[in-house]
């Protein structure tokens, strides 16, 4: 509401501008000539700027939580490698896991042969252990790396196949 009966309000942004001023002093628009409403509710359009404060507001609610989203949506991922065994020494091939995925692999060797096949920790500690031509495991992981371990008299290729969900948010 306009504080002086001569003070002139801005049809624009709803502002009330002094008598003297030829432009608003708010969104720098030309007030019109002649007699201005006192009221924003006197032929005034409505307050643009409220409508913007809203738009801007729903924009941002639906971009926080569109992000918050991408955060608890846990993460899934398969993965696939090949370990060579060359006879009498281990051979071991390393991946790394997130903390706290849940980890499930198969395993088989490529022309059925018998192997000794097991999933290490970064320190060498056998967490599973299997001599067959073939085999499945599931765990946890703590994160870090986790070696995949084949011994065999002979060459052998274990092939190793597997898929992983880890929370988004560890």
């Known amino acids: 509401m306009a504080d002086r009966p001569t003070d002139r309000f801005c049809p624009y942004c709803g502002h009330t501008n002094g008598s003297q001023y030829r432009f608003c002093e708010a ?55 090949s370990v060579v ?3 009498l020494s281990p051979s071991v091939v390393y991946k790394t896991f997130p903390a706290n995925a849940a980890i499930t692999f198969s395993w088989n060797t490529s022309d059925g042969g018998s192997v000794s096949f097991s999933l ?6 056998t967490l599973a252990h299997s001599s067959a031509a073939s085999g499945q495991f599931s765990f946890t992981a703590d994160g870090g790396s986790y070696g995949f371990q084949s011994y ?11 898929q992983y969900d880890a929370p988004a948010l560890p």
């Open 27 to 81: 969104c720098h628009r030309e007030l019109p000539s002649g007699p201005s409403p006192s009221v924003a509710g006197e032929g005034a359009r409505p307050r643009r700027r409220a409508r913007r404060w809203l738009w801007a507001t729903v924009v941002l609610v639906i971009a926080a939580g569109i992000v918050l989203a991408a955060f608890l949506v846990p993460i899934h991922s398969t993965f696939s490698l």
């Open 85 to 87: 065994s060359q006879g």
């Open 120 to 125: 290490v920790d970064s320190e060498g500690h």
């Open 152 to 162: 065999s008299w002979l060459y052998e290729v274990v092939n190793v196949h597997g």
